[in-house]
Structure formats: structure tokens, C-alpha cells
């Protein structure tokens, strides 16, 4: 199923979303190509899961850092984009990310994204990644602009 881009969304950011997690569009291109996907979703939160293959390996053999921060960028934009109205649209102004344990091939990650603050022109949020066992591995914060959409 192709994905449909956020761009060309009509409703809310959540109307849109909404119909990734169902089915309805695609999963994000990104999670295709390095193993994750949305599996929840409510206004300013948003869920994804993922299984890293030995694609995104690094040299040392764990998962490489910009898998982590892949899965936490999509949950903490996505999450901002969850709280929008149809009329709004959004870019990220600053990511950070903090690494705290080795992620490995094959181990089940949760990315859980949080809005902290929606105002009108700049909204924020953060992110945990964690494993099955509920362990944090990584966690990250962002600072997005919120834009008039054009139609």
C-alpha cells in the first residue's frame, strides 16, 4: 500500500494518522525501510514499534545511533502532528537525542512520543524508546514550528 504524505492530507493530523495505524495509507516510508511502524495513536500521543535487522548494524555490531534516532524523530514529529487542526501544518526546528543502552539485531523496541506544549506558532515534545522489558534505551526532545498549511 503506498503511503500517502501529510502534505496532501485532508483533515487533521489525526484524522490522518488515524488511517495510517488502520491501514487505510501506507506505514511511513522510513519505518519500511528500517523496521518500525505506528502502531497507536491520540492526540499528542503516538506509538510505534519496531524490530532493527542487521540492516542498521554498525560497525560494532549493535544497532547504529541513527536507527534510535529515526524511530524517536518520527514518534516526537508525529506526535506534534497529532495535535494539529486541518489547517495547520509543522517543520522541525531541533532534535536531540540521548543514547542510554546498546540497542541489538532483532530486539523489540517501543517509541512512545509525548506533545509537551502546542501553542500557536511553536510546539514541542519527547520521546522514549524503550525494549520489551520496559528498559530505557534512548530518549529525545524536539522543537517544531508550526506553519499555516497551504492549500
Not at 499528542?44 to 560494532?60: A, H, K, M, Q, Y
Not at 511553536?122 to 492549500?151: F, M, N, W, Y
Request: with cysteine.
Amino acid at each position: 500500500m503506498k503511503a500517502v504524505s501529510a502534505l496532501d492530507r485532508t483533515g487533521t493530523g489525526l484524522e490522518y494518522l488515524q488511517k495510517i495505524v488502520s491501514g487505510e495509507y501506507g506505514n511511513v516510508p522510513i519505518g519500511d525501510h528500517v523496521g518500525f511502524r505506528m502502531v497507536e495513536v491520540s492526540k499528542g500521543r503516538i506509538v510505534f514499534s519496531g524490530d532493527p535487522g542487521e540492516n542498521v548494524l554498525n560497525l560494532i555490531g549493535t544497532v547504529h545511533g541513527g536507527y534510535a534516532a529515526t524511530i524517536l524523530d518520527s514518534a516526537l514529529a508525529l506526535s506534534v502532528l497529532s495535535s494539529l487542526d486541518a489547517d495547520s501544518n509543522f517543520t522541525t526546528l531541533e532534535i536531540k537525542v540521548n543514547y542510554v543502552r546498546p540497542i541489538t539485531p532483532g530486539m523489540a523496541v517501543r517509541a512512545e512520543g509525548n506533545v509537551v506544549h502546542a501553542g500557536r506558532r511553536v510546539a514541542t515534545s519527547e520521546a522514549r524508546l524503550t525494549d520489551s522489558e520496559g528498559r530505557l534505551l534512548a530518549h529525545g526532545t524536539t522543537t517544531c514550528l508550526i506553519l499555516p498549511r497551504k492549500q
